[in-house]
């Protein structure tokens, strides 16, 4: 369909139009989430083809120092006179097979261990388990089974978490290693055109300049790796184990179960798939109510007190903003409290309203008390808005004798939507995170007993919270984080597709 | 009638029905306000409230007192004194180092270029994605390697070991200031490094106060990690989690005024902070989109 087709529909055939291209665009988003995996490989398998090439004419073509480094690291660099930097690229190496001889090596050949389990009854199961001896039981003197030697023998935990350490010490000693490389090489044909390498003195320096962002980036994004990359590649490895309340180091080892712990959630286990499929329900619902009530009436709200003719517009503004700034855990709890069964407004008006203890009404509740803590938050922000739209807009429109309705609707909306539209999404996915409002308020509750540890206002991440602290169900916990996640990434890709501003980042620099 | 009578009359008219639709947004928005300000002043009169309970069946408390205040630094069984300065400590350590992670990051993410630049932005993209508390207990796990077990020094770690990724606002900021200064600097042989400190940082004071405020109040308001990782430490709690135990069900009914009197104690700074520096908050928060 061309242009002239659409505008000769009328308008309800526009807002078809319109809804349907929309529903339509969801699995070319789809698609394109592949497409953009494809296309990371590809990427990845030219970055790895043309690193191959880089590498294989280094070492044909270096020289004896260089050839040398490939195998001794900074042999290159000493041999060109780069004395302190081949020692640093050397002691490195030391360093690391140092590491992967007492301790790497171990790690690595324990994560799959054949663990035989012999059960009361006599029946065995084998499984590549993570560590080989279960730490032994005994009956103490009371009759009562106890763990002995907890530190000696193998935990699950520790075996994977110094399994993923090691790999990603490996990664970073490998891009030391192809650093060497290209070091050596560099410094031997500087040698052969008759330049000197630079001191190792102005090599420091380059770092407060040319290479300034290597100074800027290294603490932070070691810790970075070390406290989040790290515990989130432990948690999704989590998610293909065993690793369960039944199954908790020190006192017993946990097993890889493949992709049992997904099957369970989707399908194979009726309760936790049951579960997951409302909560999921509940999820997206609460999202869209929570994000469009507070889109929509907070731009209203902005509107009512930049309103030409309203006075006091500071004390208007003032009223709303300190209800956003007392901290949400006490905002909350005093909602939680105000709409107790027997508290707050129902003790004052002497009714028993179960605001937050009957299903429907404390789904209502939480969307309404979301719009009071909400509210503020987008007057604020689309309060800021408003006082941008050029003023020559509404002065040619007034001229062109457009009245304050038409004004809103073909200047104030239209602009306002353009603008926030990634602030939208934003909340929108903020809202499926959203923790606070739900487990303050209800804490998931009320609780039916077909729920598996969660209740019919819990969202996917409230389970998660609950499933990792009340039940220690670590890896079921671990397969709802991928998911959230997964639903995260799309909702992001479809912002991101969208938004000029992610596509011309450098045009405002 | 002549024109210039008759356009009179629709003006008179016109303002006649301004002003009625004024009068009618006054109405609306005095009824939100109080609609917005009432669970505030419940919250004022209750930690003022002499008589015991959880709720009484009257708004206004029959007597006022401040013996609820008195309480609550002296109780035993909930030391708010100890959890404040815990707070205070996690706090205000989190924040010198948030602070200065993310100027770094944002610096060097807007002002320079470096092969892998993309890279790092989309890393960190993604990794904002996975749900803020999903690895948890990988991260008490990994606490507990490094001996810090339910340590104060544990939670410092987990509000700023990841300040990094937090770049977006400040980068924004720093891309707004010209170019042209860095180049002038240059010419004269300033060093990046000299940029960044004498430059920029002093062109920067807005997003400084911002990003030292977010990353301040962050720790105050925060209950999952601290729930999970000081779990049953009761001396190395924080505030979050202590008001938040006083309503448990054995002790709401002795400690829900006392609660009330904490929560008002710690709402009054972080409210005052908040109203003061509103309109970094919305720079930062619509830096960004009002580019697009």
């Known amino acids: 369909m061309d242009y002239l087709d659409y505008v000769q529909m009328t308008k309800g055939q526009k807002f078809a139009y319109k809804l349907k291209s929309f529903f339509a665009a969801i699995p070319k988003v789809i698609v394109k989430l592949f497409m953009y995996i494809g296309y990371f490989f590809k990427k990845l398998f030219t970055i790895i083809g043309t690193g191959l090439k880089g590498y294989g004419y280094r070492f044909a073509k270096g020289d004896i120092g260089t050839k040398l480094s490939f195998i001794i690291m900074g042999a290159g660099n000493m041999m060109h006179r780069q004395i302190a930097k081949g020692l640093i690229f050397l002691a490195t190496e030391v360093a690391y097979i140092w590491f992967m001889i007492s301790f790497g090596s171990v790690q690595i050949s324990k994560i799959f261990s054949m663990n035989v389990d012999v059960f009361r009854d006599g029946s065995t199961i084998v499984s590549g388990a993570l560590g080989s001896e279960p730490p032994l039981k005994q009956e103490n003197m009371l009759g009562v089974e106890e763990i002995v030697n907890l530190d000696t023998l193998d935990n699950s935990n520790k075996i994977l978490l110094f399994f993923v350490m090691t790999v990603l010490i490996s990664i970073a000693f490998f891009a030391i290693y192809i650093a060497n490389t290209k070091s050596a090489f560099a410094t031997q044909q500087q040698l052969k055109e008759g330049v000197k390498p630079a001191s190792f003195l102005a090599e420091m320096k380059d770092f407060l300049d040319e290479k300034f962002h290597v100074t800027l980036l290294t603490l932070p994004v070691l810790l970075l790796m070390l406290f989040t990359v790290l515990p989130i590649i432990f948690t999704i490895f989590m998610a293909f184990t065993n690793y369960d309340k039944e199954h908790q180091p020190p006192g017993s080892l946990y097993w890889w179960v493949g992709f049992d712990n997904f099957a369970d959630v989707f399908y194979a286990n ?14 997206l619902v609460w999202a869209v109510f929570a994000t469009f009530t507070n889109y929509i009436f907070g731009i209203i709200l902005a509107l009512m007190i930049n309103k030409k003719g309203i006075k006091f517009k500071g004390f208007w503004r003032t009223m709303f903003v300190i209800t956003a700034a007392v901290p949400q855990f006490v905002t909350l709890l005093i909602m939680r409290l105000l709409l107790g069964d027997n508290t707050g407004l129902n003790a004052m008006w002497g009714t028993s309203i179960p605001f937050l203890s009957d299903a429907t009404w404390a789904r209502i509740t939480v969307i309404v008390v979301n719009m009071w803590v909400g509210i503020p938050y987008t007057m604020l922000i ?31 909306f239209p602009y306002i939507f353009f603008v926030t539209t990634p602030y939208l999404i934003t909340t929108f996915v903020g809202n499926i995170n959203n923790f606070n409002v739900i487990y303050f308020l209800t804490g998931g509750g009320p609780s039916p007993s ?60 | 009638m002549t024109q210039s009578q008759s356009s009179k009359e629709m003006a008179t008219g016109y303002a006649a029905r301004t002003k009625a639709f004024n009068i009618l947004v006054y109405v609306i ?20 409230r002499g008589e015991e309970g959880i709720s009484t069946p009257y708004f206004f408390p029959h007597e006022i007192t401040f013996k609820n205040y008195v309480r609550l630094f002296t109780d035993e069984r909930f030391p708010f004194l100890r959890w404040f300065f815990n707070t205070l400590f996690v706090a205000v350590l989190s924040c010198v180092i948030s602070t200065l ?8 993410f807007s002002r320079l270029r470096f092969k ?96 030292a405020l ?19 430490n009761s001396d190395n709690w924080t505030v979050a989690l202590g008001l938040y135990q006083m309503l448990g069900n054995q002790t709401m009914s002795e400690y829900f005024t006392v609660f009330c009197a904490g929560a008002v104690v710690i709402a009054i700074p972080i409210t005052v902070l908040f109203v003061i520096m509103q309109r970094f908050y919305v720079e930062g928060v619509t830096g960004g989109a009002v580019k697009g």
């Open chain 2, 116 to 211: 892998s630049r993309k890279t790092f932005l989309n890393f960190g993209l993604i990794l904002g994605m996975f749900p803020g508390f999903m690895s948890m207990a990988a991260t008490y796990s990994i606490m507990e390697i490094f001996g810090l077990k339910q340590q104060l020094i544990a939670l410092v770690i987990v509000y700023s070991a990841g300040a990094g990724l937090g770049y977006q606002v400040a980068k924004g900021f720093f891309d707004t200031i010209p170019r042209s200064l860095d180049e002038a600097a240059k010419i004269d042989g300033a060093t990046r490094n000299q940029i960044f400190w004498q430059i920029i940082l002093p062109l920067s004071k807005p997003i400084i106060v911002y990003t």
């Open chain 2, 29 to 48: 928005l005095a009824v939100m306000v109080i609609v917005w300000i009432f669970p505030i002043v419940w919250l004022i009169l209750q930690s003022l």
């Open chain 2, 214 to 232: 977010t990353t301040f109040i962050g720790p105050w308001a925060d209950y999952i990690f601290v729930s999970y990782f000081m779990k049953d």
């Open chain 1, 382 to 412: 689309s309060s800021g808005l408003l006082m941008n739209i050029p003023a020559d807009l509404y002065e040619s429109a007034r001229i062109d004798g457009a009245n304050a309705f038409q004004q809103f609707t073909k200047i104030t």
């Open chain 1, 270 to 283: 009726p309760m936790k798939s049951e579960t997951f499929g409302k909560i999921l329900v509940w999820t």
């Open chain 1, 450 to 509: 077909n729920y598996y540890q969660a209740g019919q206002t819990d969202l996917l991440v409230t389970w998660l919270y609950k499933l990792t602290v009340n039940s220690s169900d670590f890896n079921l916990a671990a397969v709802i984080g991928i998911i959230v996640f997964v639903i995260c990434a799309i909702g992001s890709l479809i912002t991101f597709n969208n938004s000029k501003a992610a596509k011309n980042e450098e045009e405002f620099s």
């Open chain 2, 101 to 108: 992670f993310i100027l770094m990051v944002s610096y060097a």
